[in-house]
């Protein structure tokens, strides 16, 4: 053989070996009845949910770290459309197509972004979180959706999908379908420019499309059926090479997995029997909003629904969520959705594991990975063991079993025999024994002995503060419109902001009966939510807010009213947009009257139809004061500091408490408001809304509800706002407090969140 031979058939072997490796660096994901699998091994799978815009990507690597040490095996994130395309994209698709050819060798984000006008940025990088999951050795379950729900505002839908010509939303509906499809597409393109989906060497090993549909299918009838079975198409079309998932989605098409969302999973079942057992959502704890105490979840009864699960054949569980975080800026939804999403997870909103919860569900997922070869493997064989208690077996295809044995008793503690060895069940627990023999795991109980974290103050006086009271709107000011009648705040606002103002004037005669006896008219507002500021000539005249439960609102109050013009002033305030129910698009926010005058010469004055003048946003708004600097108003300081005073913006610094530690303020003297640190916005502040409900000792045993463990009552609902690390330097901060109804900055507070 030449040498030139030689070379040629060398070269030929090391690109056949060079393919080979390649290829079997690739995964394969497919699933059976059993489990999901990857490059042909069923696994039991434990994910976690973590939301990257509800942290900061200096967080993610540790949230991911915890995720990892924790046990779990998967990262579960939604896509958050409104998030990735604040406005709709203008650029001609053809032209983008053309463009994206010609400019391939750029990074995918930035080309996309510049193409497409979407926004993949800090907060909203979801390429670099998937691949920091990817490179920490987790998988990823991406749900797209792009319906999302999660307390997300407008369920994670950009505002002005709703103004779209003809559209419906989540149904048989062609301009909703053209719009969700373009989403999608640009998500699973992106993930498959990055190679993030596992055959191609990445690591998302499942998708989601939809999102708890059942009960909009079940309300919209027909065209539901039809929008089910265009999406699941539409979505394997796509080639992603991995299996796509519809959570509580009992018609999924095949070859979509159908998967649960609750507090319990054991009595759930696919709807084809060659499909596994999946839960997407084991609901860790529960969202807190403002008005409500703070709902916990104990750890005993997480613990022990994973267990009941898995022994009635589940394969994959997640927590939603195993980091909650925050819902920064306006992002919250509901409406009064806090800003807080803590949801009582193992790690925490600052990102600290929640103890005994993180370690007691660590020790339950290294049980549960001991009995794995066993789960995977057939049916498990069901005995009983006494009145309330039974046993799941698993047997080892080279032999061997794993047991789980279960008492459902919520009272008694029981002593039973399982295979001729004696056996104490705590009540409402599950014990596990990877060898059927010796119990390494029960879920009622907790072995965890270590500090947990709390807030330690990190100055000892006050800031030093600024203060200016933002006028009342009035028709003179510039950027107002009018129109006939009460117009939609958010057909006005596009929710660009909270506040809308509604302005008219109300000339009162002098022979107005009420100016000789001193009766004063009453004025009524109605409004369908969230909440109203009423001023009469400038004056505060009161205020109202509705509930989650039943966002409207009416404001009924006597009006001191002179002779002549009157100004009236409504200030109209979202609290987050709806996130749920059957088409929650078509809900309306703002003042849609009647509006209505009693107890003049004349009777009732109904103003509903009026010539109305409207401002956008605040004054302090249109400045950006939010961002601490510049002198474009005049703030004043020292005994002139307005207090306890409506429409007030607060400004101070501060330096960083030195340390990692993540930090908070204390907004508890605080009314309604917003919070921004160096110009970023921390959230909505309403510490003035009391947490009412029923606290009391909550026992573990049991099935639970949100309602079952609550703490909190008649104190603020949220007291504590999340001041990311990242966002701060070590001098010089700028904090900045917008104030609605009156509050006292003077005593806000910085603390540091620290684990002793």
Request: with cysteine; hydrophobic share 35%; aromatic share 14%.
């Amino acid at each position: 053989m030449s040498s030139r031979v030689f070379t040629k058939l060398l070269k030929l072997l090391l690109l056949v070996l060079c393919t080979l490796w390649i290829s079997a660096t690739k995964a394969t994901v497919s699933y059976d009845e059993e489990a999901i699998l990857i490059n042909g091994q069923r696994r039991i799978l434990i994910s976690g949910s973590i939301h990257y815009p509800r942290s900061t990507p200096d967080m993610w690597p540790g949230l991911i770290q915890k995720a990892k040490d924790g046990g779990l095996d998967v990262i579960q994130t939604y896509v958050f459309w409104n998030g990735h395309e604040p406005s709709q994209g203008e650029v001609n698709e053809n032209l983008s197509h053309l463009l994206f050819f010609l400019f391939t060798p750029l990074n995918y984000s930035t080309t996309h972004k510049f193409l497409f006008q979407y926004y993949f940025e800090d907060r909203y990088d979801l390429v670099r979180f998937i691949k920091l999951v990817q490179q920490a050795g987790l998988y990823v379950n991406l749900r797209i959706g792009p319906y999302v729900c999660a307390e997300w505002n407008f369920g994670g839908f950009p505002v002005w999908l709703k103004y779209v010509p003809g559209i419906d939303f989540r149904t048989d509906n062609e301009p909703f379908k053209a719009a969700m499809q373009g989403f999608t597409e640009k998500i699973v393109n992106m993930m498959k420019q990055e190679k993030l989906f596992e055959p191609q060497g990445g690591p998302i090993i499942l998708a989601q499309i939809e999102n708890e549909y059942d009960l909009m299918e079940y309300s919209v009838g027909t065209p539901g059926k039809n929008y089910v079975k265009w999406a699941a198409g539409m979505a394997e079309g796509l080639g992603i090479g991995v299996p796509w998932i519809m959570c509580k989605q009992r018609d999924a098409p095949d070859p979509v997995i159908n998967t649960w969302n609750g507090f319990y999973s054991d009595q759930f079942y696919p709807n084809k029997n060659y499909k596994p057992k999946l839960w997407t959502e084991n609901w860790s704890g529960w969202l807190a909003e403002f008005g409500g105490p703070v709902p916990y979840r104990p750890a005993e009864d997480l613990a022990f629904s994973v267990a009941s699960f898995l022994q009635k054949k589940g394969s994959f569980v997640n927590y939603y969520m195993y980091h909650g975080g925050t819902n920064f800026g306006r992002t919250s939804g509901g409406p009064f959705i806090a800003t807080s999403y803590d949801y009582d997870a193992p790690i925490d909103e600052y990102g600290l594991a929640r103890e005994p919860k993180w370690s007691h569900l660590r020790y339950l997922h290294g049980a549960i990975r001991q009995c794995e070869p066993a789960l995977v493997n057939g049916n498990p064989t069901v005995t009983s063991l006494g009145k309330k208690q039974e046993a799941h077996v698993f047997w080892y295809k080279a032999g061997g079993c794993c047991a789980f044995l279960a008492n459902y008793d919520t009272q008694w503690e029981v002593n039973v025999t399982h295979q001729n060895l004696p056996y104490t069940l705590p009540r409402w627990s599950i014990s596990i024994l990877p060898d059927c023999k010796k119990v390494i795991f029960n879920t009622a109980q907790v072995a965890f002995q270590g500090t947990h974290p709390r807030m330690w103050p990190v100055q000892e006086e006050s800031y030093y503060w600024q203060s200016y009271t933002e006028a009342v709107a009035s028709p003179s000011d510039k950027d107002t419109f009018k129109a006939d009648g009460l117009r939609e705040q958010l057909s006005v606002t596009w929710d660009k902001t909270d506040y809308l103002w509604y302005m008219t004037d109300v000339t009162i005669g002098a022979n107005e009966g009420f100016l000789k006896t001193g009766q004063l008219p009453v004025l009524t507002v109605n409004s369908t939510g969230h909440a109203l500021n009423v001023f009469v000539n400038g004056e505060l005249a009161g205020n109202v807010h509705g509930t989650m439960e039943d966002p409207r609102t009416t404001f009924s109050g006597k009006v001191n009213l002179k002779a002549g013009v009157n100004k009236i002033a409504l200030l109209s305030v979202s609290v987050g947009l709806p996130n749920i129910g059957v088409h929650f698009e078509k809900r309306n926010v703002g003042i849609l009257g009647p509006v209505t005058l009693q107890g003049l010469n004349s009777g009732t004055w109904d103003m509903s139809k009026w010539k109305w003048t409207y401002k956008i946003g605040l004054e302090g708004e249109a400045l950006n004061l939010f961002t601490g600097k510049g002198s474009t108003v005049t703030w004043v300081e020292g005994a002139l500091l307005a207090k306890k005073k409506p429409l007030t913006w607060y400004k101070t610094t501060f330096d960083a408490p030195l340390g990692h530690d993540p930090l908070a303020l204390d907004m508890s003297s605080m009314g309604k408001g917003q919070i921004w640190i160096n110009g970023q916005s921390i959230g909505r502040h309403w510490a003035a809304n009391i947490a009412s409900g029923k606290c009391r000792q909550c026992d573990y045993a049991g099935s639970f509800i949100q309602t079952k463990c609550l703490s909190g009552c008649g104190e603020p609902s949220q007291k504590w706002y999340h001041v990311p690390r990242s966002w701060v330097v070590p001098k010089g901060n700028s904090l900045v407090v917008f104030e609605e109804l009156g509050g006292d900055p003077t005593w806000i507070k910085l603390a540091m969140r620290t684990p002793q």
